[in-house]
């Protein structure tokens, strides 16, 4: 294991991000609380196989953030990027326009983004056979990354550590999670693993693709005709998936996702009470060899680096972090990770959240009610599946209503919680829970780190 190349610099503790950045574009930003420590750098998980990370202190004006938890924030595609994504566009101190974020989650926690898996964001490869092709890929370099982060930063070896995630993040916070469990009990990581939390997740491909048409149906966006339409497809993709074809599972769920767009007039995947914005060309130097790649990549990756946010990337935060290289662009990779990860996409991951489960792990799962591409109904459907002792008590419960804001009586959510396994139903959000509703989504993270 080894840091990142001699030619960059350490861990950088420079001037706080808003003063940089007014500096950097000339703008004017009154920062609403006392401004935290940030510290950022580059990890060499593999050979010519560099990772990015970026910490931001607590910054709570009534506790330190030795007394808060530590939340490591994962994001999907595969390609997407925490760094920027995450943070300037959920749950960071600032929102994209570098205004300071209301709901920022860094009043309740200590965040860590990480770009991966390799390749994306500002983690980069130098060399094409580099990128990681599989979940076991995924989790052995984050190993690579926590143990040198814990080893450096002792300080968060005790502080409850929480990996959150949203859509492909997921799959990979599962894996991520249960390497992580057996790293520390073999005692190579020393850090206080608290739990993961899997938002909008993808868990179970399948159980999502055979759910979207009822779905669908359900909320008038198919009629009969359409509906028969989508669940042809939809057992194409069982059958591939039964046969271990994985990478033709891959196509025939691009091929469904047409299918549906064509019959709901383009919807929104993210957010069924939207259309889908027209598909620009996403920048890469990759050729695509299969034309059903380049439309998963257009539709999944190219979402998460909308022009603004890579500009913002690309130029400012560019600028402040000093330590990316100069032949690399903030999501220059991310089409080549999309891709290399192909015969990933489809593989379900169940069993690895039943060992979390066994393990005594504490697994939340979140979903957003307006979500298409992991809408709560395929949730459910593998949920019902887990082999967990516990599921049947966990069935029997009742959800309990929640509130975003106490004095009013509007119900921002549901949720379900038996031992070490809870359930959020987001209502009135989309795929991006704490884009969409950041105040439900504050809570429910207070409430999984156990503040509320």
Known sequence: MELAPRSFPGPRRLLPLLALLALSVGAVIDWP?????????????????????????????????SELPLVMWLQGG???????????????????????RRTTWLQAASLLFVDNPVG??????????????????VASDMMVLLKTFFDCHKEFQTIPFYIFS??????MAAGIGLELYKAIQQGTIKCNFAGVALGDSWISPIDSVLSWGPYLYSMSLLE?????????VAEEVLDAINSGLYKEATQLWEKAEMVIEQNTDGVN?????????????????????????????QRHVRHLQQDTLSRLMNGPIRKKLKIIPEDHTWGGQAANVFVNMEEDFMKPVISIVDKLLAAGVNVTLYNGQLD???????????????KWPELPKFNELKWKALYSDPKSLETSAFVKSHKNLAFYWILRAGHMVPSDQGDMALKMMRLVTQQE
Not at 224 to 232: F, I, M, N, Q, R
Not at 372 to 386: H, P
């Open 166 to 171: 949203e859509s492909y993040g997921g799959k």
């Open 78 to 100: 595969p390609g997407g990027s925490s760094t920027g994504f995450g943070n300037f566009e959920e749950i960071g101190p600032l929102d994209s326009d570098l205004k300071p």
């Open 33 to 65: 609380m006392e401004e935290g420590k940030e510290v950022w750098d580059y990890v060499t998980v593999r050979e010519d196989a560099h990772m990015f990370w970026w910490l931001y202190y607590a910054t709570n004006p009534c506790k330190n953030f």
């Open 120 to 137: 994306t964001g500002y983690s980069y490869v130098n060399k094409s056979g580099a990128y990681a092709k599989d979940l076991a890929a």
């Open 372 to 386: 298409l591409i992991v809408d709560t109904m395929g949730q459910e459907a593998w949920v019902r599946s887990l």
């Open 269 to 297: 995947f993210y957010n069924i009470l939207t259309k889908s914005a027209p598909e620009s060309v996403l920048e890469s130097g990759l050729e695509f060899t299969h034309s059903h790649l380049a439309r998963l990549c």
């Open 224 to 232: 009969d005709s359409g509906l028969a339409e989508v669940s042809k």
